[in-house]
């Protein structure tokens, strides 16, 4: 007998967020729980604003669901960083120069790097991907990370910036920064989400000569 209680809230929200959208279906399959088990726990995260669902017609059989997180739901999923909004404010207000964003970019990935450096550690550019990976589950900011091609890779499943991103893509820029100065590695944002990818993805950039940064172990 399927157990109703193997999957939690987030563990769905996680594999609509990864996977979806998804019907009924292919939850009950991916979980081996009963159809009334996720039909009633999607019921309910509708009820909290946090899944939508799609009509899809399609042949000659009945129109069918497709089940996908809602705009609440990927808000909250990154939405964990109140330290960088104070940053943000004391920077922005000590520019001079507001022609000059690429100064300000610097000063808030300096700025960012100060508050968390000390958390990233390793002797290859994979162990401390795995540190900062560490670093943003604790904040409930979900990130992988893998080797493709010999080279490792940095997945970030969950925006923490994402209102900010959808306003400008200037913190995207931050970003990178911020990790190529916390993995030591110059790093460039290969996938990105406001491209229409699913994740953000960061590897190291191979063009240009990188600067060792001080690693702790």
Same mark, same amino acid.
């Given at each position: 007998?399927?157990?109703?209680?193997?999957?939690t809230?987030?563990?769905?929200?996680?594999?609509?967020?990864?996977?979806?959208?998804?019907?009924?279906?292919?939850?009950?399959?991916h979980?081996?729980?009963?159809?009334?088990?996720?039909?009633?726990?999607? +019921? *309910?995260?509708?009820?909290?604003?946090?899944?939508? &669902?799609?009509? !899809?017609?399609?042949?000659? /059989?009945? #129109?069918?669901?497709m089940?996908?997180?809602?705009?609440?739901?990927?808000?909250?999923?990154?939405?964990?960083?109140?330290?960088?909004?104070?940053?943000?404010?004391?920077?922005?207000?000590?520019?001079?120069?507001?022609?000059?964003?690429?100064?300000?970019?610097?000063?808030?990935?300096?700025a960012?790097?100060?508050?968390?450096?000390?958390?990233?550690?390793?002797?290859?550019l994979?162990?401390?991907?795995?540190? +900062? *990976?560490?670093?943003?589950?604790?904040?409930?900011? &979900?990130?992988? !990370?893998?080797?493709?091609? /010999?080279? #490792?890779?940095?997945?970030?499943?969950?925006?923490?910036?994402?209102?900010?991103?959808?306003?400008?893509?200037?913190?995207?820029?931050?970003?990178?920064?911020?990790?190529?100065?916390?993995?030591?590695?110059?790093?460039m944002?290969?996938?990105?989400?406001?491209?229409?990818?699913?994740?953000?993805?960061?590897?190291?950039?191979?063009?240009?000569?990188?600067?060792?940064?001080?690693?702790?172990?």
């Amino acid at each position: 007998m399927a157990n109703e209680n193997a999957t939690t809230d987030a563990d769905l929200l996680n594999l609509l967020a990864d996977s979806g959208p998804l019907a009924i279906s292919d939850i009950v399959q991916h979980f081996a729980v009963t159809r009334t088990a996720v039909h009633q726990r999607l +019921l *309910r995260l509708m009820g909290e604003g946090l899944v939508d &669902r799609e009509l !899809v017609r399609g042949g000659r /059989g009945r #129109p069918s669901y497709m089940y996908l997180p809602s705009p609440k739901a990927r808000e909250l999923a990154g939405n964990n960083f109140a330290d960088l909004s104070a940053v943000l404010w004391q920077e922005v207000l000590g520019v001079e120069d507001a022609r000059r964003p690429q100064r300000v970019v610097r000063r808030i990935a300096d700025a960012l790097k100060a508050l968390y450096a000390d958390a990233v550690r390793g002797t290859t550019l994979k162990t401390r991907m795995e540190s +900062l *990976r560490e670093l943003l589950q604790k904040r409930r900011v &979900r990130s992988d !990370v893998d080797t493709h091609d /010999g080279v #490792p890779t940095f997945t970030l499943r969950d925006c923490p910036y994402l209102d900010l991103a959808d306003v400008d893509r200037t913190i995207c820029q931050v970003e990178t920064m911020l990790f190529s100065q916390l993995l030591g590695d110059e790093v460039m944002l290969s996938h990105c989400r406001l491209d229409g990818h699913s994740c953000c993805q960061f590897v190291p950039n191979k063009k240009r000569t990188t600067r060792k940064a001080p690693i702790t172990v």
